[in-house]
């Protein structure tokens, strides 16, 4: 116990790291008290994107998600992590292709 308190204290005096360790905090937080969400109601254009490899998990969930949500559209990838690593070309065409297609209508 001791030595995580030492752990802790050193971790407070380092920046940015105690910066991020609140705010994973905070995200944990946050996560814990979401609430499930009708997704069929959402009518606002929608671009789901994950990664296989998202180290995070978020692939699952992100092809449900979009599955849910009328008209959204997912784009999924093997590889790219939660960064989408090497993606940033088709990410950006996707997003500026769904841009598009909400400013015309």
Known sequence: MQEQARV?????????????????????????????????????????????????????GAEYTASRIPGARFVGYDSGGHLLVGRDEAVREAIVGLLRRTSTR
Not at 22 to 28: E, I, K, P, S, V
């Open 8 to 60: 802790n204290a050193m971790a407070e005096r380092v920046l940015p790291v105690s910066q991020r360790a609140a705010g994973l905090r905070d995200d944990t937080r946050l996560g814990k008290s979401l609430r499930p969400v009708a997704l069929e109601s959402i009518r606002a254009p929608t671009l789901v994107i994950s990664a296989r490899d998202d180290g995070f998990g978020t692939y699952a």
